[in-house]
C-alpha cells in the first residue's frame, strides 16, 4: 500500500525560508572591539541571497566548493545560507591549523573561493601561492596590506546586489557542507555533509530530549563555525528561532563572562578548556553574572565532575555533556539525566558522555567485531550509524573507520541498559598497563577536582615491568601550591591503587589543539624527546 503524503526535498533552503518568515524579527549579535552589532534573521537571509548573486556572476556553479576563513560572525553566518543554498558547497576552513595542513585540505577539496575575514588575511597569505584552484578570494573587512594579491571586497560585492535571489529546488542529498577532521593522526579528512542530514541534524537538536534549542533560547556561540559547522547551531537557529550571539575573536574567559552579563544568553556552547577558564574568571570577579544560563553544553573532550559540581553549586547552571564527532555532524549522544531521577544522583548521569539521541543508532563492539552488552561492563570501541552520519570520506578510502555500515569512532568504553555511554578513553590515549586498561579521562577528571589543580592531562609512558604507565601533567592554579605526594594521596581515596601514577609533571599550560582540546600528542613527543621534566615516587 502506498502513503499518500506529500513529498518534497529536505533542503537548508527550506530551513532558512521558515526562520525569515515565521522568526523574521529573531536577531544575531555580533561582538567587535567596538560593541556589539545586530541584525534580523530575515536581513541576514536578505544578504544571503544577495551574496550568492556576487557568488554567481563569480563563476560559482553547483557542486563548487565556497571555502570560508572566518571567525564566528554575522557574514559568516550568511556565508553559511548562502552557498549551500545555491547549490554550492560550503567548506570552512579552520584557522588555527599549521600553513602545510591549510594548503593542503584547500587544494584537497579544491576550495573554488574563500572569503577570509580581515584579520586573518595574513594567516591565509602564508599558502596563497600553494593552492591554484582558488580563482577568487573575497575578503571581509577592510584589507590594507594587500599581501594576497588582487581581492574582492564583500561588502562591495554584496551592495552591489538586489535581494530576490531563488534558491534552486535541489536533490536533498546532494552535498551542502564540507568540514575536515582536525588531523590529530596523519592528514585532516573531509566529511561532507547533505541537505538531507543537515535539515534531520537541526531538527533533532531542538528535541527536549537532546540540546531543545528554541524560540525563548539566545545562544552564545563559543565552538567555532570552522568546526563541524558549529555543531549546527547557524541552521537550528533559523529552524527554531533562536537568537546567536558570535563572540569573533573575544574567546578568552573575561569577554565572554562580561557577553554573559552583558547579552544574556540562555544557552552556550563551548569546549571544556573553554569553560574552565570563564569559571576562574568568574570565582574572582564581584560582577560577573551568569545567571541568564540555563544550560552550558561542553562537547570536544570529557567534562570534569568537578567542573559540573561548581557551575551547579555556585551559579545554579546545568552543564551537558555532548558526545560526537566531525564525522557525525556531531550530535550523536546528550548527558540529559532521566526524567526520574533525584537531584542529588543527576550528577552521576551528567559525567556521562551522553545518553543516545534519537535517530541513531550506537553499538559497543571489540577488537574482534563482536557486539557487546549494554550493560555498564563491557568494554569496546563505540560504533555509530544513521542518517547524519558518514559514511565515506571525500576522496579518500579508510576502511579500517568502517565495518558493516557502521562508523568506528575510535572512542572506547561502555553503554548501559539506558542508552548512556561512558567514554574512558580514545584509542589512541588508551594506557595498557600489566594487561589492564586504566582510563586516562577518568583520571584527568578526578584530579582536576584537587582544589590547586587548573588542567590535567594524562598520558601513557613505556615502563618496562608494566609494559605502559600512567604519567600526569599538571597545571596549578595561580598563587596554588601542591606536590606529587600531595596529588597522588589525593588520587589514592578516589581510584583503584594500580590506577595512580609514579610519574608527575607540573607544566605552565597543557597544549590544545586547534579546537581547544587538550592536544596529547604534543605531551607524548616532549616525553619522547626528554623535553618534559617529571618527578618519579617510589
Given at each position: 500500500?502506498?502513503?499518500?503524503?506529500?513529498?518534497?526535498?529536505?533542503?537548508?533552503?527550506?530551513?532558512?525560508?521558515?526562520?525569515?518568515?515565521?522568526?523574521?524579527?529573531?536577531k544575531?549579535?555580533?561582538?567587535?572591539?567596538?560593541?556589539?552589532?545586530?541584525?534580523?534573521?530575515?536581513?541576514?537571509?536578505?544578504?544571503?541571497?544577495?551574496?550568492?548573486?556576487?557568488?554567481?556572476?563569480?563563476?560559482v556553479?553547483?557542486?563548487?566548493?565556497?571555502?570560508?576563513?572566518?571567525?564566528?560572525?554575522q557574514?559568516?553566518?550568511?556565508?553559511?545560507?548562502?552557498?549551500?543554498?545555491?547549490?554550492?558547497?560550503?567548506?570552512?576552513?579552520n584557522?588555527?591549523?599549521?600553513p602545510?595542513?591549510?594548503?593542503?585540505?584547500?587544494?584537497?577539496?579544491?576550495?573554488?573561493?574563500?572569503?577570509?575575514?580581515?584579520?586573518?588575511?595574513?594567516?591565509?597569505?602564508?599558502?596563497?601561492?600553494?593552492?591554484?584552484?582558488?580563482?577568487?578570494?573575497?575578503?571581509?573587512?577592510r584589507?590594507?596590506?594587500?599581501?594576497?594579491?588582487?581581492?574582492?571586497?564583500?561588502?562591495?560585492?554584496?551592495?552591489?546586489?538586489?535581494p530576490g535571489?531563488?534558491?534552486?529546488?535541489?536533490?536533498?542529498?546532494?552535498?551542502?557542507?564540507?568540514?575536515?577532521?582536525?588531523?590529530?593522526?596523519?592528514?585532516?579528512?573531509?566529511?561532507?555533509y547533505s541537505?538531507?542530514?543537515?535539515?534531520?541534524?537541526?531538527?533533532?537538536?531542538?528535541?527536549?530530549?537532546?540540546?531543545?534549542?528554541?524560540?525563548?533560547?539566545?545562544?552564545?556561540?563559543?565552538?567555532?563555525?570552522?568546526?563541524?559547522?558549529?555543531?549546527?547551531?547557524?541552521?537550528?537557529?533559523?529552524?527554531?528561532?533562536?537568537e546567536?550571539?558570535?563572540?569573533?575573536?573575544?574567546?578568552?574567559?573575561?569577554?565572554?563572562?562580561?557577553?554573559?552579563?552583558?547579552?544574556?544568553?540562555?544557552?552556550?556552547?563551548?569546549?571544556?578548556?573553554?569553560?574552565?577558564?570563564?569559571?576562574?574568571?568568574?570565582?574572582?570577579?564581584p560582577?560577573?553574572?551568569?545567571?541568564?544560563?540555563?544550560?552550558?553544553?561542553?562537547?570536544?573532550?570529557?567534562?570534569?565532575?568537578?567542573?559540573?559540581?561548581?557551575?551547579?553549586?555556585?551559579?545554579?547552571?546545568?552543564?551537558?555533556?555532548?558526545?560526537?564527532?566531525?564525522?557525525?555532524s556531531?550530535?550523536?549522544?546528550?548527558?540529559?539525566p532521566?526524567?526520574?531521577?533525584?537531584?542529588?544522583?543527576?550528577?552521576?548521569?551528567?559525567?556521562?558522555?551522553?545518553?543516545?539521541?534519537?535517530?541513531?543508532?550506537?553499538?559497543?563492539?571489540?577488537?574482534?567485531?563482536?557486539?557487546?552488552?549494554?550493560?555498564?561492563?563491557?568494554?569496546?570501541?563505540?560504533?555509530?550509524?544513521?542518517?547524519?552520519?558518514?559514511?565515506?570520506?571525500?576522496?579518500?578510502?579508510?576502511?579500517?573507520?568502517?565495518?558493516?555500515g557502521?562508523?568506528?569512532?575510535g572512542?572506547?568504553?561502555?553503554?548501559?541498559?539506558?542508552?548512556?555511554?561512558?567514554?574512558?578513553?580514545?584509542?589512541?590515549?588508551?594506557?595498557?598497563?600489566?594487561?589492564?586498561?586504566?582510563?586516562?579521562?577518568?583520571?584527568?577528571?578526578?584530579?582536576?577536582?584537587?582544589?590547586?589543580?587548573?588542567?590535567?592531562?594524562?598520558?601513557?609512558?613505556?615502563?618496562?615491568?608494566w609494559?605502559?604507565?600512567?604519567?600526569?601533567?599538571?597545571?596549578?592554579?595561580?598563587?596554588?601550591?601542591?606536590?606529587?605526594e600531595?596529588?597522588?594521596?589525593?588520587?589514592?581515596?578516589?581510584?583503584?591503587?594500580?590506577?595512580?601514577?609514579?610519574?608527575?609533571?607540573f607544566?605552565?599550560?597543557?597544549?590544545?589543539?586547534?579546537?581547544?582540546?587538550?592536544?596529547?600528542?604534543?605531551?607524548?613527543?616532549?616525553?619522547?624527546?626528554?623535553?618534559?621534566?617529571?618527578?618519579?615516587?617510589?
Open positions: 500500500m502506498d502513503s499518500t503524503m506529500q513529498e518534497g526535498p529536505l533542503l537548508i533552503s527550506g530551513i532558512i525560508r521558515h526562520g525569515e518568515f515565521v522568526y523574521a524579527d529573531k544575531i549579535f555580533t561582538v567587535t572591539a567596538d560593541g556589539v552589532e545586530e541584525a534580523t534573521f530575515f536581513q541576514i537571509s536578505k544578504r544571503a541571497e544577495q551574496l550568492a548573486a556576487a557568488l554567481t556572476k563569480l563563476g556553479h553547483s557542486g563548487d566548493r565556497v571555502a570560508t576563513f572566518m571567525w564566528n560572525n557574514a559568516h553566518m550568511e556565508a553559511y545560507i548562502a552557498a549551500p543554498s545555491m547549490g554550492a558547497v560550503l567548506h570552512t576552513l584557522i588555527r591549523l599549521f602545510e595542513q591549510l594548503a593542503f585540505i584547500i587544494n584537497h577539496a579544491r576550495d573554488k573561493i574563500i572569503i577570509v575575514d580581515s584579520s586573518l588575511v595574513p594567516l591565509l597569505a602564508k599558502v596563497r601561492d600553494q593552492i591554484p584552484s582558488v580563482e577568487h578570494i573575497i575578503v571581509h573587512g584589507d590594507h596590506d594587500g599581501v594576497l594579491g588582487a581581492t574582492l571586497d564583500y561588502e562591495a560585492l554584496v551592495d552591489a546586489e538586489r535571489f531563488q534558491w534552486p529546488l535541489l536533490d536533498e542529498r546532494s552535498a551542502a557542507i564540507m568540514c575536515y577532521t582536525s588531523g590529530t593522526t596523519g592528514n585532516p579528512k573531509g566529511v561532507v541537505h538531507r542530514s543537515t535539515w534531520l541534524h537541526s531538527m533533532a537538536s531542538t528535541t527536549a530530549n537532546s540540546i531543545g534549542l528554541c524560540e525563548r533560547d539566545r545562544c552564545l556561540l563559543i565552538v567555532p563555525m570552522f568546526h563541524v559547522s558549529a555543531w549546527g547551531v547557524v541552521f537550528t537557529a533559523y529552524f527554531s528561532g533562536t546567536v550571539i558570535m563572540p569573533q575573536q573575544f574567546l578568552q574567559g573575561e569577554p565572554i563572562v562580561k557577553m554573559i552579563r552583558e547579552l544574556r544568553p540562555t544557552i552556550s556552547l563551548g569546549v571544556p578548556t573553554v569553560w574552565n577558564d570563564v569559571l576562574r574568571v568568574a570565582e574572582n570577579n560582577e560577573a553574572d551568569l545567571s541568564s544560563l540555563r544550560a552550558i553544553l561542553a562537547g570536544g573532550s570529557a567534562v570534569p565532575r568537578s567542573m559540573i559540581e561548581r557551575f551547579r553549586d555556585l551559579y545554579g547552571i546545568d552543564v551537558i555533556q555532548g558526545w560526537g564527532m566531525t564525522e557525525t556531531p550530535l550523536a549522544a546528550v548527558s540529559i532521566p526524567g526520574n531521577t533525584p537531584h542529588d544522583q543527576q550528577i552521576d548521569y551528567r559525567v556521562k558522555a551522553g545518553r543516545v539521541v534519537a535517530g541513531v543508532e550506537i553499538r559497543v563492539t571489540a577488537d574482534d567485531g563482536t557486539v557487546l552488552p549494554n550493560d555498564g561492563k563491557s568494554v569496546g570501541e563505540f560504533e555509530i550509524r544513521g542518517p547524519w552520519i558518514t559514511g565515506s570520506y571525500f576522496g579518500v578510502d579508510d576502511p579500517e573507520k568502517f565495518r558493516d557502521w562508523l568506528r569512532t572512542d572506547i568504553g561502555t553503554m548501559d541498559g539506558e542508552g548512556f555511554m561512558t567514554v574512558s578513553d580514545r584509542t589512541k590515549d588508551v594506557i595498557k598497563s600489566g594487561g589492564e586498561w586504566i582510563s586516562s579521562v577518568e583520571l584527568e577528571s578526578t584530579i582536576m577536582g584537587h582544589p590547586a589543580i587548573f588542567e590535567a592531562a594524562v598520558i601513557a609512558v613505556p615502563d618496562e615491568r609494559q605502559e604507565r600512567p604519567l600526569c601533567c599538571v597545571v596549578l592554579r595561580p598563587g596554588a601550591t601542591a606536590t606529587a600531595e596529588l597522588r594521596d589525593y588520587l589514592s581515596e578516589r581510584v583503584v591503587k594500580w590506577w595512580l601514577p609514579e610519574r608527575w609533571a607544566i605552565d599550560a597543557v597544549p590544545k589543539t586547534s579546537v581547544g582540546k587538550f592536544d596529547k600528542k604534543v605531551l607524548r613527543a616532549q616525553y619522547a624527546e626528554e623535553q618534559l621534566e617529571y618527578v618519579t615516587l617510589s
